[in-house]
């Protein structure tokens, strides 16, 4: 058949093509309604990228005209989107031009939702920031454009949208060009980054400058949007940066062998490179690199692989392999910025969970160095900090690990913070710096901070729960006074604690506010002890006492009271 | 003060660096192999939803290379409706045998003794039984909280929306405007007891990449899926397979008609197109031609306006 043998021979060169296309993630940014997922829409239609049926499920819809297609419907793909006309969460969607393939996050405007832009935006190399012609640079434009900056995201497009409402007028165009040009100098004064930003009018509805070039606007004789997509280089940070894998899995299939699985974060490895483990920083040579497809030579990020080592090291999920002359830090507190996502405002007496690259770890917030307000970029004192602020503070985690700064490394300066309690994603922060232990400018004759106390006991100040058989309570409150704790035995059968519930919370918070760790006792005469703090509950059966004892110590390492330098298990 | 302090000489660029080229398949590949390790490290009980079609068998197949030299480390489910193409079938048990999987069926057996199909009731009931109830029970019984299916963001609007790690409440539902934030490649895997996460490696593949990556890597598929003389009722545009007697109206006879099937469902509510496409790089090429998506031939999605997103908010993949 003659279609076939036809198709047959093209087919060899599409996929020469297609493989030759590099890969662009970009994100839109801005203020609610200013036209982002109309103007995607606009780009899948005007590069032909949507099915005929897709635009027939949408005709008659929409906020629009009569007769003219709702683009934003095209994104917009749940219901409660579709009734209240705006975007609530990311949608990603796929196009290629000749020359490129893209993803698309189409995130939202309106502020309630920033923390999906913030999505949406932590995986783009770009971002189309959107502003409406009619409406200027608002507070919202500015948000969006700022956490686009802490995320590094590499290109800022500004399109100027609705320019059709506004005349096609070039002043307007200017003005709002030069508005959020002083915006971006005073977000590159914060971030220490700097974005080349470059700017073009369009009007997403009627399609100028989307695809196409606009002939109501002869002044403007820039590229088009797409045009400007298409020309962005493509990133080579990720293989310039150093050599970082962390480890997801030990692959140990048979005794023969033993392989540390993962994805490269950045960098280039080869057979014969040497590496250090981390935390541990044991140093070993890669033997092979291994896939299904066979060992290879060499390997990029972001590739997926399976290393072998020339020598056994005690390597575990979580830890990172790093180039030898280059590794990365290891420390156990830092400084980050934080764009907070939950309802519940942080809170610094609160463990949280921090996950980073392949490991999870328990952390504090011990300080908010200050908050920044987004109208003006200007820093303020805080106490906390509530849902979509973003501010810089510092972290103490309760177990070293290896990062880079976010500046450096994307891959391996990122993290997300999680609430224990409602198991929700509750911030995502970058990595800016290391801290010392003990950094921060003492007032000689101020008074005792919780960090002090904490470095002197080697705990923070907690409640222990221990109901059991006396001589395993008076052992685990000996062990505690070996390692140096300060504790408060109370028994919680007293008397005084028995008539009043509430006073024994009150005395046990009051101690916990002075570093105390207060064991809450109840002696029974069963054999096993059962244990409690931060809401995790142990029951040991066995009446060893070290057994028991450092049943105990693990749950407090675990709950985030007893302060390890070594690796704990979480 | 800057967010960003300036400290140089932490990180020095190697020198004799020559940047690789790498396609877009490979970036694609390591994403979604990247998603399967992180699933089964961190998961007690991670299942691979196995539904026998295309990007079953990409994903499959991405399952094979992420845990090389070792095996895959979970099962794979078919939730089976019992209105499968019998080729599929037979396709499954292959497959899974020659991969070394373990493979769990599962049908809900009490709707399909009742006679359950989509004539009977209409085909949002009829999958709310035979596919989501089914899936939901299957879930439940064997106590998984992390279920892996082929879904992909292209190929439907509310899909389209969803994130990487689904999180889904006790009764499996899909809140989707309260998704959990999802940042760079850092994958939130915490649940209460009888909640789970569906994961979706492919997100982000196309229905093009996943076509091209079957051909680069020479992965099986069904056989249905290649342009054959096939007997089917043919009403107007709409080629529906003979498979079963009901979907037959009074008086009907089959034509033969050289066709295929573009995407692989339940046979009464999965259309073919007419198709000369009989090898992978045919269908590619005839995919470059379409002008509808690949699931404007399946009954369920077109019921009523958002009828994926309410099938996925009772419990659906
Ligand atoms: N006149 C005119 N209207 C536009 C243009 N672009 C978008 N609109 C209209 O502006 C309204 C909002 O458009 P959307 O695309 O939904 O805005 P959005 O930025 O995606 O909104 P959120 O996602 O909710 O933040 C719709 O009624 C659009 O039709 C434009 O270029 N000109
Ligand atoms: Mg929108």
Known sequence: MVASTLSEFSIHDFLGQESAKDLLRFSTAGSVDDGKSTLIGRLLYDTQSVYEDQVRSIEGKGTTAPGQIDFALLTDGLRAEREQGITIDVAYRYFSTARRKFIIADTPGHEQYTRNMATGASTADAAVVLIDATKGVLVQSRRHAYIAALLRVQHVLVAVNKMDLAGYDESVFRTIEQDFLSVLA???????????????????????????????????????????????????????????????????????????????????????????????????????????????????????????????????????????????????????????????????????????????????????????????????????????????????????????????????????????????????????????????????????????????????????????????????????????????????????????????????????????????????????????????????????????????????????????TEKAHL | MPVVTQESGLNTPPANLVPARITHLRLLEAESIHILREVASEFERPVMLYSIGKDSSVMLRLAQKAFFPGPIPFPLLHVDTGFKFHEMIAFRDAMARSVGAKLLVWRNEPAIAAGTNPIVLDTRRCCGLLKTQALLDALRHYKFDAAFGGARRDEEKSRAKERVYSFRDHAGQWDPKNQRPELWNLYNAHVHPGESIRVFPLSNWTEMDVWQYIHAENIPVVDLYFAKERPMYVRGDALLPIEQDFVARPGEKPQMVKSRLRSLGCSPCTGAIRSDAETIPDIIAELISFRSSERANRAIDHDQEGSMEIKKREGYF
């Open chain 1, 186 to 564: 005073q977000i590159s004064a914060d971030t220490g980054t700097t974005t080349e930003a470059r700017f073009v009018p369009v009007s997403a509805l009627a399609g100028d400058n989307i695809v196409h070039g606009s002939r109501a606007m002869p002044w403007y004789t820039g590229p088009s949007l797409l045009e400007l997509l298409e020309s962005l280089p493509a990133s080579q940070e990720v293989q310039a940066a150093p050599f970082r894998m962390p480890v997801q899995r030990v692959l140990r299939p048979d005794h023969t062998f033993r392989g540390f699985a993962g994805q490269i974060g950045s960098g280039v490895v080869r057979v014969g490179d040497a590496i250090v483990a981390l935390p541990s920083g044991k140093s070993a040579k890669v033997e092979r690199i291994v896939t299904w497809d066979g060992d290879l030579e060499e390997a990029v990020a972001p590739l997926s692989v399976t290393l072998v080592l020339d020598r056994e090291l005690d390597i575990s999920r979580g830890d990172l392999i790093a180039s030898a002359s280059a590794p990365a830090t290891v420390a156990n507190r830092a400084r980050a910025a934080l764009v907070w996502m939950d309802q519940r405002p942080l809170d610094r007496s609160r463990r949280y969970l921090l996950k980073h690259t392949s490991h999870t770890v328990p952390v504090f917030v011990s300080s908010i160095e200050h908050r920044t307000r987004v109208d003006t970029l200007a820093h303020e004192p805080a106490e906390t900090l509530d849902m979509n602020s973003i501010g810089v503070v510092a972290l103490h985690l309760l177990r070293p690990i290896a990062f880079d700064r976010y500046a450096e490394n994307r891959s391996t300066g990122a993290f997300i913070l999680i609430d224990p309690a409602t198991n929700t994603t509750v911030a995502a922060g970058m990595i800016s710096a290391v801290l010392d232990a003990d950094s921060g400018e003492q007032d000689p004759w101020g008074p005792v901070t919780v960090g002090e106390r904490e470095a002197r006991w080697g705990h923070r100040g907690g409640v222990l729960e221990l109901a059991g058989p006396k001589a395993l309570i008076d052992a685990v409150e000996r062990s505690l006074f070996a390692i140096g704790a300060v504790t408060s035995r109370m028994d919680a059968d007293g008397d005084a604690l028995r008539a009043d519930e509430d006073l024994a919370a009150l005395v046990a918070a009051l101690q916990a506010d002075s570093g105390l760790l207060t064991l809450l006792v109840r002696t029974e005469e069963s054999g096993a002890l059962t244990a409690k703090a931060e809401g995790v509950e142990i029951t040991v059966e066995d009446g060893d006492f070290l057994r028991v004892v450092s049943a105990v110590h693990q749950l407090l390492h675990r709950a985030g009271t007893l302060i390890s």
